[in-house]
Structure formats: structure tokens, C-alpha cells
């Protein structure tokens, strides 16, 4: 069995007292590292959460570019159908006009009730929205009808052409009542019409909310 005698212990001591401050030394340097790979990791993750939020940042904002874009080109197509101002009561009645005598109705009673700010029933968001406030003309309209299609392709018609957005809030159909024939729609067609239609539309048009 070898033993250390105080002696040995001198001779060996500097060089133990070197090796633990080359542990030291060894250790501080592998706590360093781990440090400097601790902090870089925390840097390359904040770099790569910053990056990833200007992504979704410059995404937003295209999103938001794009949603301004289609909204100015909605407008604008409103603009130019004339929803868009001061409603045209003239064309609303030239398009009817026209209407009845491309379709050959025998019968068209209508009357418009004075403009007025769009009420609950028909918009439970309000009437004001983006500087612009939306307008409601209600027509009461009363039609003599062959069948229902005629019914359907006038309101087609309205929608296609008509200067302001078309909402349909009734319609009641009834048989017509049978007797002497219509001479007007006699000599227009020769068959008296079957039902007769009575209808309650909303002409919408926007108009600017300063303006009101």
C-alpha cells in the first residue's frame, strides 16, 4: 500500500495547487460559453419573434391595402350606377317607364314615399356609417301580372338598372278578379291578366352625412 508522507505532499503540492486552478480556470471558461451560447440563443429567438412580427405586420397591412382597394372600387361602382348622391327620382320613374312598355305590362301603379334615413327594421346597425349616411325611398306598387315570372323579371330589371340598391321588404300575390277585359290590354296582348301584384320596395341610395 503507497502512502503520502508530508514530505511527498511538498513535492506534489504546486502541482495540485495547478491543477485546481486549471479546473477553476476550465471551469469559468465552460460557464462563460454556456453564458455566451444562453444570451446568443435568446438573441437569434427575439431576432427570429421580430421578424416573424414585421411579417405579420407587412401581411396586415396588405390585407388592410387591399380591403381599402376593394372598398374605394365598391364605392366607385356605386358612384357611377348613381347610388352614390342625391337620389334621381327622374330615372327611377324613365326606368320603370321603360321597363313596362319592354315588358308589356298592361297595368303599373307605383307611388314613392318622401326620402328619409334608413329606419331599424331594415338596418339594425343605424343609418350612419363612414361619413356616408344610407337613404331609403319606399315605393308602394301595384301591378297586373299574366303570371309570376313577369313579377320576377321587373324586379330583375329594377336591380340591373336602377340607379339606386333595391330591397324588397313585401310582395303579395292574388288572383285578379274576372270580368269585362281590359280594352287597353286587350288591344296590347288580347289575355287579361291572371293575378295582381302588390308590392312594397326600398329604393337606397348614400348620400354624404354633412349634406343631410
Not at 52 to 67: D, G, H, P, V
Not at 90 to 118: C, G, H, M, V
Not at 179 to 188: L, N, T
Request: one cysteine or more; a positive charge; hydrophobic letters at 45%.
Amino acid at each position: 500500500m503507497m502512502t503520502f508522507s508530508s514530505q511527498d505532499f511538498k513535492k506534489i503540492h504546486w502541482a495540485l495547487l495547478l491543477l485546481i486552478a486549471c479546473l477553476l480556470i476550465a471551469g469559468v471558461a465552460v460557464w462563460g460559453a454556456l453564458a455566451r451560447q444562453k444570451a446568443a440563443t435568446q438573441k437569434h429567438n427575439s431576432l427570429i419573434a421580430a421578424e416573424k412580427e414585421m411579417a405579420a405586420n407587412l401581411a396586415r397591412a396588405r390585407n388592410e391595402e387591399q380591403e381599402l382597394r376593394d372598398k374605394i372600387t365598391r364605392y366607385e361602382t356605386l358612384k357611377q350606377r348613381g347610388i352614390v348622391g342625391a337620389e334621381q327620382r327622374l330615372d327611377w320613374i324613365d326606368l320603370i317607364n321603360r321597363i313596362k312598355t319592354t315588358r308589356r305590362l298592361a297595368k303599373l301603379d307605383y307611388e314613392f314615399a318622401p326620402q328619409r334615413k334608413i329606419d331599424a327594421a331594415l338596418l339594425p346597425e343605424g343609418a350612419d356609417a363612414g361619413g356616408m349616411s344610407i337613404m331609403a325611398s319606399q315605393m308602394h306598387l301595384h301591378i297586373s301580372l299574366l303570371h309570376e315570372g313577369e313579377l320576377l323579371g321587373f324586379l330583375d330589371d329594377l336591380r340591373t338598372a336602377a340607379p339606386a340598391l333595391i330591397q324588397v321588404r313585401a310582395c303579395n300575390l292574388a288572383r285578379s278578379v274576372r270580368g269585362p277585359a281590359d280594352p287597353a290590354d286587350s288591344a296590347q296582348r288580347g289575355i287579361k291578366p291572371q293575378l295582381i301584384a302588390e308590392c312594397t320596395l326600398e329604393w337606397l341610395t348614400l348620400k354624404a352625412s354633412d349634406t343631410l
